[in-house]
């Protein structure tokens, strides 16, 4: 099913493509009287009619088989309640609709035998005929991945669609202009030879354009669809982006050669320089040609397969380049920034050898020697080892119940080597052939989540690690991650105080789910870019005085949006009324979830009193630890002013660390 699919998707996205090039490369010749020329043109709109035929019902044949996917089941292929479902209920079968109709009657336009004896009247006909040819092909982007795009679903269907008719002007175009030319090389098709030359110079300056038209919007779709090297080297999708790149570099070689090469010769001379370089434009058109139609069957093939964003990579390769490498290696770092100012000089060298006229190939050759002996000093010190689920996105957020359920399972089978604390001493360690790692030291972090989720589930043999794949599932992998990801931040943040510093968000602060008494549960991440939220953790009785000063001064904390979440350490359920009546508390007190919470967050703080203020995008800024610490209310609400006063916001932190 899915190789009879890809051939339908290939089959109609060509024809439709056909269709918008060879309309445009007929108004780009212009209109002729001469018998070559008007052949070619009849020629042109009897194959155009074949591929209207074609399209229309390989797009028939599409919708039998999209129908047939969404209701799992092959059956569906004709049922008519099945495909009115998908026709009317889906955003695919409503684009479909709309395509298909235009090109009912582009095909019925086209199967008018129109009269067009006049100039004018030629020019309607066949404008016409691009206008239904480009509408019948750009709202396949409203069809495709670029309609899954958040947010800004607008703007990626409209740079999808200028991606793909800037590929109809251009391939589309091809073969017609090919066949033009070989026309007009022949003998007997010398009365059209000023005609072809002035539509292949014509078509060059468009397909120009076009090319660049599809290098912006490329460039756009990918960033939107793969995101990353990982995605663009570890996932199928990307693997096909980097097929239909390379089958490019050689078409835009072939088309820089026809355009600085082969198109000036067509003014020379007929018999001996013209009509020969005519022809062999015309082969070279056709190679252009072959080479599209392979990267339109990477196009579909595309189409049918999930974008690199929204799969998990596999990195193919045993090393990653990452300055984190550079972190604590002052003589790394020089090494790498020494190598990087030589590759600056040899990319310098090389755009001076395109630019100078003179012994070019001896510049060209110095600048490569200084961009390879570069790349030899700067990437050795930036490679870290790595490894398949390197870049593998995290399946459990980073929530304070993942991390409190991680911090149970680190008890229960790491802690006797890496120590309680994550220091590396614990007692199974010692006779190991290497010490255990510190856990909570920088190189922690420096690690992506996918680097400790292979280690957690291979093991480190040279070091005596043993692999916990064989007895521990996935999700609670992830939570142990999500617990060394959370033991490590905490470690660095032991320096944050209770001041915030302007502008350096860093610290992300992990989600966690919450109910006051009956009411629904809430999250943290629900006030994310609504409210800054001022975490407490609070045990009685000392922290008694500090929660009736929030009391107190909470209208003007609202105020200043600003909300209040107090958790108590032991977990109570009684924790509303243990506070009191007097001052009546008004911000919620937790009192389901708050045994997850402490566990998470006694890694940021471990005093029996702790405040944590968490940004509007969900990063902590300043850390209280003890009541004593606590700002007093003015110079809290103070701090609070300055958070909200800051210009420049950092994206908001995914679920899932990385």
């Known amino acids: 099913m899915y190789a009879l699919g890809l051939a339908v998707r290939f089959t109609h996205l060509g024809c439709s493509v056909l269709l918008v090039g060879s309309a445009m490369v007929i108004v780009l010749a212009g209109r002729s009287d001469r018998p070559t020329a008007h052949r070619w043109e009849r020629r042109m709109l009897a194959w155009s009619r074949a591929w209207a035929l074609v399209a229309l019902v390989s797009g028939l044949a599409q919708l039998s088989l999209q129908t047939a996917l969404f209701e799992g089941r092959a059956t569906a292929l004709l049922e008519a309640p099945a495909l009115a479902r998908v026709l009317f209920e889906t955003q695919v ?145 990307g693997r096909l982006l980097l097929l239909k790149l390379g089958l490019l570099v050689p078409l835009l070689g072939l088309a820089g050669v026809n355009r600085a090469v082969h198109l000036p010769r067509l003014s020379g001379d007929g018999p001996t320089v013209g009509r020969p370089a005519m022809r062999r434009l015309a082969q070279f058109i056709v190679g252009e040609a072959v080479l599209a139609l392979g990267i339109m069957g990477a196009v579909a093939a595309m189409g049918a397969t999930p974008p690199a964003l929204h799969d998990a990579p596999a990195w193919p390769f045993s090393f990653r380049l990452t300055t984190t490498a550079l972190e604590g290696a002052p003589e790394a770092a020089t090494r790498a920034l020494v190598g990087g100012q030589v590759a600056v000089l040899g990319v310098v060298g090389l755009l001076a050898a395109t630019a100078l006229k003179g012994r070019r190939l001896p510049l060209a050759g110095g600048a490569l020697v200084l961009l390879g002996a570069g790349a030899a000093l700067a990437f050795p010190p930036l490679a870290i080892d790595a490894y398949p689920t390197t870049y593998l996105r995290p399946s459990v957020p980073y929530q304070a119940t993942s991390i409190a359920e991680g911090a149970s399972l680190y008890r229960a089978n790491c802690a006797v080597c890496h120590g309680t604390t994550g220091a590396g001493d614990g007692p199974g360690g010692r006779g190991l052939p290497r010490r255990p790692a510190d856990l909570r030291a920088p190189h922690t972090a420096q690690h992506t989540a996918g680097d400790l989720f292979w280690w957690i589930t291979h093991g480190i043999p040279r070091s005596g690690m043993p692999p916990f794949g064989g007895s521990l599932a996935e999700a609670p992998r992830w939570d142990v991650v999500n617990f060394l990801r959370a033991l490590s931040s905490g470690y660095a943040a032991r320096t944050m105080g209770p001041v915030a510093e302007p502008d350096r968000p860093w610290l992300v602060a992990p989600d966690f789910t919450f109910a006051v008494g009956p009411t629904p549960a809430r999250a943290l991440k629900d006030y994310r870019t609504r409210r800054i939220v001022l975490l407490v953790l609070y045990t009685l009785p000392g922290s008694r005085p500090r929660m009736a000063q929030l009391a107190q001064r909470y209208d003007t904390l609202v105020t200043l949006g600003t909300e209040v979440i107090a958790v108590p350490t032991d977990a109570a359920s009684d924790a509303v009324g243990r506070l009191g009546a007097e001052p009546r508390v008004f911000f919620p007190v937790v009192t389901e979830g708050a045994g997850e919470i402490v566990a998470a967050y006694r890694l940021f703080a471990t005093a029996p009193h702790a405040e944590l203020l968490v940004d509007r995008q969900g990063y902590v800024r300043a850390i209280a630890r003890g009541s004593g610490e606590a700002a007093e209310p003015n110079a809290l609400l103070a701090q609070i002013a300055q958070l909200n006063e800051e210009q420049t916001q950092a994206p908001a932190p995914e679920e899932h660390v990385h």
């Open 93 to 237: 079968g409503r684009v479909w609709l709309v395509r298909h109709s235009v090109l009912v009657l582009l095909s019925a336009f086209l199967l008018v035998d129109l009269r067009v004896a006049r100039r004018a009247d030629w020019r309607a006909a066949r404008g016409e005929a691009v206008l239904l040819g480009a509408v019948a092909l750009v709202p396949i982007a409203a069809s495709g991945h670029a309609a899954a795009v958040e947010p800004g679903t607008a703007v990626a269907i409209a740079v999808d669609g200028v991606h793909l008719l800037a590929a109809g002007v251009w391939a589309g175009g091809l073969l017609p202009l090919a066949l033009l030319l070989r026309a007009a090389g022949r003998d007997e098709g010398a009365d059209t030879r000023p005609y072809a030359v002035l539509a292949a110079r014509r078509f060059s300056r468009c397909a120009l354009a076009a090319i660049v038209a599809l290098a912006l919007s490329g460039t756009a779709n990918a960033a939107s669809q793969v995101g990353s090297v990982a995605g663009l080297v570890g996932t199928p999708y």
